[in-house]
């Protein structure tokens, strides 16, 4: 990740994905556990900002999150505003990060679905939208989301007039595939890049050089 200024990895990446409320709860981890300690560590040599997906818990409380870390310190978070898993309790609140003149916020996954949780962003001066995404789903849905997802993406795009970034899953897991949804939507709600289905890859995409007020 070195020259790489914002780093995007999938939903849940750090412990796997899951839906029901046992699985998430065997799961979770909360900020102050020694694994994620151990986790920041490793990142501290990284310049780069990093969205990281997470299942977190929270108090009494168990979200689909996504840290934003700098320099091994978690530097905000963004719990799931609209959860499609019932295993998890639904975030409130927008944060806005900035790197190199980029104001960014986060939506994840199921969010996209929703203009509001975009809006929300972009009327606080983000520029640059994030979904950390994991589209491992049953084959017919699967098959589903493969316009469904990048449709969505660029919906979000033209109606908030920012960039979009995805990072998604691909593969199979037992009865449940993923195509990927790796790409770059420009404020217009054109494709500028892709992973392309079904295949496991990165995009390195320079934004343009333009800071905001």
Known sequence: ???????????????????????ITR????????????????????????????????AALLHDTAL????GRVIGAHAKTHPYE????????????????????????SDANFVEPALALSRQGARLLCYPLNNMLRVKNAENWRARGPANLSARAR?????VVSADVVGTHADQT????????????????????????????????????
């Not at 070195?2 to 990446?13: I, S, W």
């Not at 019932?86 to 190199?100: C, I, K, S």
Request: aromatic share 10%.
């Open 1 to 23: 990740m070195r020259g790489v200024d914002l780093a995007l990895f999938p939903e849940a990446y750090l412990q796997g994905y899951a839906i029901d409320r046992e699985t």
């Open 27 to 58: 799961r979770a981890l909360s900020l102050k556990d020694d694994i994620v300690a151990r986790v920041l560590a490793s990142l501290a040599a990284f310049n780069a900002t990093i969205v990281l997906g997470m299942i977190e818990r929270r």
């Open 68 to 71: 934003v870390v700098r320099d």
């Open 86 to 109: 019932p295993g998890f309790d639904a975030g409130t609140a927008y944060p806005l990060f900035e790197r190199n003149g980029w104001r960014f916020g986060i939506n994840i996954c």
């Open 159 to 163: 109606e908030t007039g920012c960039w």
């Open 178 to 213: 993923s195509h990927g949804c790796t790409l770059i939507v420009d404020p217009e709600g054109s494709i500028r890049a892709r992973v392309p289905e079904d295949e496991e890859g990165a995009l390195l995409f320079d934004l343009p050089s333009v800071r905001f007020s």
